[in-house]
C-alpha cells in the first residue's frame, strides 16, 4: 500500500507538463507599493490569456516578453490589488500597487508556514496579529487567544504565574479519559511540544509547555480548525493546529524595538464568606480547636482576642509581573536578520508563588542567489519558578481559625507559629516544588528553484527541553514543641528529557496554464520523533534536618519512564485557481506510525474542499461588496501513544519492601489489532463583506465524527483486565461559528473597529462499545457522599457531572438528570433528604461562547477593550462544600435562624415544621449534632453544581502613539505608551472564585470540577513601547 | 526534458528507499519501561501481600455488618446495610486472581511444585472469599481473555474448585520443587509446612461453611482441623512494613487526624465491657481506645455519633495497639479460628474436645494480644466462660469466636451461619428499609460490573442468601 501511494504521486506530478511559448515583445519595469514607495519583490506578471509570466526580483525590476502590443500584462501580489497594463509601444512600464483595504484579502498561515490569501481557502480559519496578542498582556500565548477566534475555547486553569491554559477547538473529540484533545502548535513551521506535566502530588499549576514562548516573538496567530486545514500536518493535528509565526528581519535600516511593562496582579473575586463566628464548634469558643469558625458570636464576644481576621483577604499578596524585551532586526537584498532577548518575571498571589522566563531568539534569511536560499532560527528559553501548592493551601485556608492571624505564621527558630492547625502560608513557604525547564526550539529551511515552477524545500526543527524539578518538604527541625510539616520530610528529583525533530522534505511545482488557471502542487514527506525520558528519585526521612540532599535521607526510592514515537507522512496537496474566484484544493496523507500494530499502522486520509467567490463572478448590488461560499470535506486518522499494545507486568509503587520487589500482570490490555482512529468533518460556510467593508460576515456550520475510536475501554475485571485499548465508540460534535466584524465609524482622524465571534457547539457520545454502558473520566472529593463524577454514556453529551441529590418525589420513576423545579421531600426531622443515587446535575462543558473587541482610534490614542463570554454549562464547587462544612460561607450566618424547608413530606402534604440551623442543642431543645450544614447540606452534591456562566472584560487598553511632530524631535522612530486592565469586570452567577479555574491542568479532560485551584486574578499594566 | 527524468529517478529511488527504511525506523514500539513476564517469586510476593489487603478490604465492610465497627455518621451506608459499591474490592480480589492464574501456570510449566501448591492455596483463598461475599461470580471464563463479558458460575459449584485448588495445592507443596520459596513469600518466608497446614486450616473454614448442607461431613473437617495450624506460632499473617503502614493503623492515624473512621460499635463494647456479658473481657482496653475520660463508650450502628464532636468523646481504633500499630500483621487465618471450628464441629459429637478446643481458642487470642497470664487465667475462670463442656453452647463459641476474629471478614459468614443470634445484637438504627427488618444476607455485584458486563451479572437483592446460607 506504501509503495502505491508513492507511485500515485509521481504519476500526479507528471500532469504538470510544460509547454513554452515564444515571445515577440520585451517589458521590463519597476513594481513599487503606494504606501512608502519601496520596491515590491516577489510581484507576480502574467500576460493575460498565456501561461507566460514573471516575477519582480528583490529590487522590484521585472523583463517579460509580450506575444504583441495589445497583450495585456497582469500584475497580482497577495495583498495588493490587482492591476492590469496593456502593454502598447511601451518597452518599460513601471506600476505602482496599492494595499486591498478590505481584510477580505488578508494573508492568512497555513499548513508548513505556507501564506495563503485568505480569499483562496475553502475552509474557516482565523487569524491575530502581533498586536492583538501582546495587547492582551498575557504571557501564555494560549490566553491571548482567548474570546479572539470563533470555535477556539480557551479556559485558565488558575491564576499561579505561569500555569496552564487549555485550548479545545470545536469540541472534545475523543472518548479517552487522558486523550489530549487539544490542537497541534506549529511555530515557524515545525511542531512544537505543548503537553503539560502536572506535578505528581498535590496539584502545583504546572506550565503547558507554549507557554516558553515569548508572545513578543510573534508575528501573528493563526487558528486552522477543521480536519480540511489540518490534513497536512497528519495525526498530530486532529485536534487543530495553531499557526504561529514569528517576527523576522526586513530588508532596510536596523531596527531595534524595546517592550517594557509592569504589572500588578489581584485576587478578583472571592466567595461570600461569614465575618460573624470564630473559632470553637456548637456555637462555644475555643482557641484550640480544630473547628475554624463554628464557635462563638465574635460580637458577643467583644475580646480583641477573638475578633475576624480577614484572612481570606490577608493570606494573598498582590502579584507583580515585570516583563522586558529588546529586539535588533534588519536585512538588505542577501540577508535579513531578527534577535531578541527578553525577561520576565512573576510572583503570584499566593505567597511565595513565582514563575519567571529568559528568551533568547536569533533568526536570519539569507538569499544564496535567485535560486537558493535558506533560514534558520533558534530559541533558547529557560523558565521555571516555585509552584506552591495551591490546592493545599486552600485546604489548610478552610481549617484555619477565622479569629486567628494567617500571616503569624513563622517563630523566630524557624517552626511553624499555629494554635495546632498547619498554617497555609507557612507551608507554602516552605514545601516547595520548583521546576527549571531548559529548551532550545530549532529550524532550518533550505529552498531550491531550480526553475521558476519548482521549488525544492527542506525543514528541520528541533524542540528540545529538560525539565529539572526538586520538590522539598522539611521534617522536623529537632526542636521542641514544634509542629513540622512532614514527620519524615523528604525530597523528590525529578528529570524530564523531552526531544521533538521534525524533518519535513517538500516539493512545490506551481504552473499559471493562462490567465484563467493556475494550479499549484506540493508533495512531500514528513518525518516526526520524540523521545521522552523521566527518572524521579524520592528521598525520605532527612539525617540532618533542613540540609536537602538525596544522599542526606535514610529512604530513597527511584523510578523510571520512557516512551519514543515515531511518524513517517507523505503528502500530496493540489490547489487549483479558476479565473481567481473558485478555489478549489484536494489533500491526501498517508501516515505510518510506530504505534500501531505493524499491519495496521500506514493509513491514508483524504481532504477536498472548494471556495466559491460568487461576487466576483456575478455582478451584485453596489452595496454587496464581497461574497464568497465555502464548503469542505476532510478525513484525518489517528495514532495513539507508544508502548501500549499487549500486555505487561509492572512491579506497584508500594515496592520495594523489605528488599522485594512485587510484580502484578497490568490491568490494561492493548488490542494487537489495533486500527487508527478516523475523524471525519464537513464544513459549509459563506462570508460576505457589504457596504465597502464596512461589515463584514463569516458563518460556518461544522460537523465532525470520531469513530473507531482508540479508548481504553473499561471491562470486567473477571477477565484479568481492567481496561482493553481497542477502536470502540464515536463522538460527534457539530455547531455554528458566527463572526460579525466591520468599521461603523471612519471619519477624519477617527476610527471605530469592531469585531464579534460566537460559537454554539453540540456534543454526542453517539456510541462506546456493545455491553459497556459509562466511562469515568474523572470524579473529585465532597464531603459525607457529594463526591461528584464525570462520566460519558451513549446518547449523551460530554461532560455530565453526576452526584447526590435531595430525594424528590415527583421525579418519575428511573429518571437519570436531576430536575429542581420539582419539591424536595422533608424528613420526618423536618430536613431535606437525601439520596445517594448518582444523577446528571449539570454537563461542564459550555454550549456558547464567544467574544467582542472593540479598538477606537483617534490621531495617536487608542482604545479597545475584549469581552468573552460563556454560556450553557455547569461546575463542581469544590470550595463551596468545604466552606459549608466548616461554617465559613455567608449563609451559615443564619445558623441561630429557624427556618421551614419548603418542599413536601412522604404523605404529601406540604412541610410545616420549623427547624433550627444551629449545632447542639437548640433555643426548642432539640439536639441538632452537628447542624444542618455538616449533617445535611454538604453532604448533597445538587448544592454545589452550579452554572458557572461568565461575561468577562478580558482585557482594557488605553494607549498613546507619539506622533510623528514630536516624535521627530527624539532619537526615537515609535514611541507608545499604554495602560492596560485585564479580567477587572466579571460577572456571573457563580459564588466562588473566578470559575475560570479547574484543577485537572490544561492536560486533563475533568474540565468540571475546580478542586481546590489557584483563584483567578485582575491585572493592571503599565507598558512602554520605544522603537529606534 | 533531461532533467526532469533524473529528478523523477531520484524522486522516485528516494520515496522507495524511505519506504523500504521506514519499517526499521519505526520499529521501536517495544514497552521500555514495563516487562511482558515477571519472575514468579515476584508475582508470589505481591501476590501474598494483596491477599492479606483483600482480607483486610472485606473485612473493612464487613466489621460493621456484624457490629465490631460503626460509622461516626448517621445513616452511613455500611452500617446500615444499604448497597454499596464494591468495584475497588472485586477488583483487587480478581487482580490477585490473575496473577495467581499466572504463577500456577508458570509453575506448571516449570516444575516449581510449591510455587504451585502456594498459588493454588492462595487461589482457593481469594476465590473462596469472593464466593462467599458475592455468590455466583466469573471464574472458568476469566484471566483467559477469550470474552470481555465473562459468564457467572454457580456458587456451589465453585466450591468444589475451591476444595479442590485446597487438596491440589497441599499435594504439590509436598512434592519435590525445582524452584523454593523464600523471602518473598511475605506469610511465611518459604516455609512449607506452614503452607500446607494454612491449606489444611482454610479447607476447615471452607468446609464448615457448609454445614448444613448435603455435602457436610464432620470428620472431613477434623481431618482438616487435625492437620492444620499447631500453635500461634503457624498463624497465617503478612507483617506490615516501615515504608508501607499497616492498614489498621493508617485508620486509626487517620481517624487521630480527623479523617473519621475505626469507631466501634456499642455492640462490642457492651459485649466486652461486663454489660451484655457478666465478665469484663482483658482484651477491651488492649483493642480499643478511650474517650477522654478514659471511659469505653461505642456507638450505635446506623445511629451516628449525635452530638458527639469528633474526637474524645467515643472509642476508636487507636494507634499502636496490637492490631493497629504501623508494623501489625493482618490476619489471614488463625490459630485461634481454627480452634473455633473445631469446637463448633465437635460440639454436638463430642463436647469434650469441644470444650478444651472453646477455651484453647480463647487462650490462643488472648495470647496473642498479650493478656497478662493472670488476667488471662481469671478471665477463663468466670463461670459465664468455663460454663462445662456439658454447659457449652454454640452461642458461647460464636461469641468468644467473634472476639478473636476482631475485624476479620470470616465473622460475617459466622454471622449469617448463626443468623446474627449474638446477645443483644439488634439492627442498625436508619436499616436499609428494602431489607425489611432482616440483616443482609450478601453483597451487591459492584457498579463496575454492572455496567461493563451487565447481561451476566445475576438479578439478585441483598436478602438472598448464598448457597451455603440457604
Redesign the interface.
Known sequence: M??SY?YS??FL??LLCFNPLYAQVSVSGTVTTSGDGLPLPGVSIVVEGTTQGAVTSIDGTYTISAPSTESVLVFSFIGYETQRRTVGNNSTINVVMSEEASELNEVIVTAFGISQEKKALGYAAQSIDSEAITKTRQQNVVNALQGQVAGVQVTNSGGAPGQSARIIIRGINSLDPSANNQPLFVVDGVPVDNSTVESGGTPRGMSNRIADINPNDIESMSVLKGAAATALYGVRAANGAVIITTKKGKEGQIRVDFNSSLGFDQLVKKPKLQDEYGQG??GERNDTS?WPSWGANIADENDPDYVYQDNWTRAFDTGIQFDNSISVSGGNEAATFYGSFGRLDQNGIIPFSTWDRTSAKLSGTIKVSEKFNFSGSMNYINSGGNRVPHDRFLERMMYWAETQDVRDYINEDGTMRTYGNTNPIYDARFATYEDNVNRIIGNINLNYS?TDWMTLSYRLGVDNYSDSRTEITPGPKGIDGERPLSSTGFIEETRINSRDITSNFY?TLQKEWNSDWNTSLRLG?DIFERKFDRVTATGSNFVIPDFFNLNNTS?IFAS???????L?G?YGDLMVDYKNFLFLNVTGRND????LP?SN?SFFYPSVNLGYVFSENFTLPDWVTFGKLRASWAQVGKDTN??I????????G??P???????????T?GDPNLRPELTTSLEFGAQFAFFNNRVNLDVTYYKTNSKDQIIP??????????S?ITNAGEIENRGWEIVVGGTPIEKGNFRWDVSANLTSNTNEIVGIRE????IVVGSQFGY?GSRVTMILQEGQAYGNIFGSSYVRPGAPEGTTELDRSLPQLIGANGFPVRT?EQLILGNAVPKFFGGLRNDFTYKGFELSFLIDFRAGLQQYDQFGNFLSAFGKQEDSERRNDFVVFPGVLADGSQNTQEVWLG???GPDGV????GYWR?YYRGVSENFVKDADFIKLRNITLAYNLQPSVIERTPFRTARISLAANNIILSTPWDGFDPESFSAGAGGNAVGFTGLGFPGVQSYFVTLNLGL | MKFKNKLYTILGAGILLTTSACDSFLDVNENPNSPEDAPISGLLTNSTYETSLNVQRIGSTTSNYVQYLASPNPGSSSDTMDPVNFSGTWFSLYNVMTDLNEIIRKAEESGANHYLGAGQILMALNLGMTVDIFGDVPFSESFNFETVTPSYDNDEELYVQVISLLDQGIANLQEETSISIGADDFIYGGSIDNWIKLGHSLKARFLLHTKGTSTYNENEVLAAVASGFQSNEDDATVTFFEQRFNPWAQVAINNANLLLGGWISEQFVQALDGTSYPTVDPRLPLMIGTTDEGEFVGTVNGAGRGDAPEQGARSTLIPGQYYTSTTSPLLIATFAELKFIEAEVALSSDPGRAYAAYLAGIEAHMDMLNVSEEDKQAYLADPSVSVGAGALTLDDIMKEKWVAMFLHPETWNDARRFDYAYKDMTTPENLNPDLNGNYIRRLAYPDSEVSRNGANVPEVTLLDRIWWNQ
Open positions: 506504501k509503495k508513492a504521486l509521481l506530478m507528471g464548634f456548637s480544630f531550480p516539493i514527506n529512604q523510571q519512564g520512557k516512551s519514543i514515537r515515531r513517517v507523505f505510518i506510525s510506530s504505534t505493524k499502522n507508544p508502548h499494545l499487549g500486555s505487561f507486568f509492572v512491579s506497584p508500594v515496592f519492601l523489605d528488599g522485594q520487589v512485587g510484580f502484578s500482570r497490568n490491568s490490555f475501554v473499561p471491562i470486567s475485571d473477571a477477565t484479568g483486565f481492567s482493553y455491553g459497556i454502558e459509562e459525607a445517594g449545632q447542639g442543642e439536639n441538632y449534632g452537628a449533617n
